[in-house]
C-alpha cells in the first residue's frame, strides 16, 4: 500500500507556495513595522486529502543583518481560499523583530526539511527559502 504523500507548504507574505522539490532560492517578500515582532512566514505539511499534517522543520541559516529572527512551532490555521481551508495545524512559523527605528530591507535564509511521507518518512527534501522583510 503506497504512503500518503505530503505536500509542504510556505505561508509568506500572505502568499501560499508549495514546494515539492528542493527550491533554488526562491524570494518571498513582506512587511513588518519597525521593533515589532512580527509573523513573516509559516512552514507546514499537509495530505492532499487534508486529513494530518504540521509543521516542517525548519532552522534559520543566514540571520538578519538589521534584527533577530526566531523559529516557533505554534498553531496555525489554514487561510481561507485555500485547500484545506480552515483546517488547525502545528506551524513551523518565522518570527522577526528589527533593531528599534531600522527601517529598510532585511532577509532571512531559511532551510527547510520536507518529509516526503509522514507515517514511514523514507526520503527527505531540503530547501532554501531567502524571506525578505520590508521594515517600515
Known amino acids: 500500500m503506497p504512503l500518503p504523500r505530503l505536500f509542504p507548504i510556505a505561508l509568506l507574505g500572505g502568499v501560499l507556495s508549495a514546494a515539492t522539490v528542493p527550491a533554488?532560492?526562491?524570494?518571498?517578500?513582506?512587511?513588518?513595522?519597525?521593533?515589532?515582532e512580527t509573523v513573516v512566514a509559516a512552514f507546514y505539511l499537509i495530505r492532499d486529502d487534508c486529513t494530518g499534517g504540521g509543521g516542517q522543520r525548519a532552522s534559520i541559516r543566514v540571520p538578519p543583518a538589521n534584527g533577530t529572527a526566531r523559529m516557533a512551532l505554534m498553531p496555525w490555521k489554514v487561510p481561507e481560499g485555500r485547500?484545506?481551508?480552515?483546517?488547525?495545524?502545528?506551524?513551523?512559523?518565522?518570527?522577526?523583530?528589527?533593531?528599534?527605528?531600522?527601517?529598510?530591507?532585511?532577509?532571512v535564509t531559511v532551510e527547510t526539511i520536507h518529509a516526503q511521507y509522514l507515517d514511514d518518512p523514507v526520503s527527505d527534501v531540503y530547501s532554501t527559502d531567502v524571506v525578505t522583510i520590508q521594515v517600515r
Open 24 to 36: 533554488a532560492t526562491p524570494a518571498f517578500a513582506t512587511d513588518a513595522k519597525s521593533g515589532v
Open 83 to 107: 485547500r484545506c481551508a480552515g483546517m488547525q495545524l502545528k506551524a513551523s512559523v518565522l518570527m522577526y523583530r528589527s533593531r528599534p527605528g531600522f527601517r529598510g530591507t532585511d532577509t
